[in-house]
């Protein structure tokens, strides 16, 4: 059976894609990698913004696993617009996936990019793949996997958070890190 660990990101210092990881989060950083220690780990995928992939450095050099970059994984980009009133926005498009505001790209249209890196990985990944991602993809990835997990699951995110998807008919997942944290 195949397994994908979907990882959001460890506290970084704002939302722009070359925002790094606060010391906090640096700190994170290594104990994910502690985390994954005794866990098989075949491939890592992340977002190319840099504080996806300053929270996984510290595991692909300690098992010398190259990161694949992939820009499907980015952050998704509610609008290009400012909106003071964000968080009530970003909820709505939990409630209508084909809600789009302007710039922005819906709950599917995002939703699609992170399923697309997910099917590929089932396909022709490793058996035990690594998926570094931002939260509200990776909340519409496990929503595509059950769809009771939605905006107020997204909202209960921790940073850095782990889920286990176990590949099958029905795929299911669960967090990993607050449980064992």
């Given amino acids: 059976m195949k397994k994908i660990y979907t990882i959001r990101h460890c506290e970084a210092e704002g939302q722009s894609p070359d925002a790094p990881l606060t010391e906090k989060g640096q700190l994170q950083a290594m104990e994910l990698a502690a985390f994954f220690e005794n866990r098989k780990v075949d491939r890592i995928i992340s977002s190319p913004f840099k504080r996806a992939i300053q929270t996984i450095q510290p595991l692909a050099n300690k098992r010398n696993i190259d990161i694949e970059m992939n820009v499907q994984l980015a952050e998704r980009v509610l609008s290009t617009k400012n909106m003071p009133d964000w968080y009530e926005k970003l909820k709505a498009t939990y409630e209508d996936f084909e809600l789009k505001y302007e710039g922005g790209e819906s709950s599917r249209d995002a939703a699609n990019r992170i399923i697309e ?8 990944g490793g058996e035990h793949t690594i ?27 921790s940073n850095p958070d782990v889920y286990i998807l176990k590949m099958g008919n029905p795929t299911i997942f669960e967090r990993i890190w607050s449980i064992e944290k």
């Avoid at 890196?117 to 022709?124: G, L, R």
């Fill in 131 to 157: 998926i570094v991602t931002h939260g509200g993809l990776m909340s519409l990835l496990l929503n595509h996997f059950n769809k009771n997990f939605g905006f107020e699951q997204w909202s209960k995110l």
């Fill in 117 to 124: 890196v997910a099917d590929d990985v089932i396909k022709n």
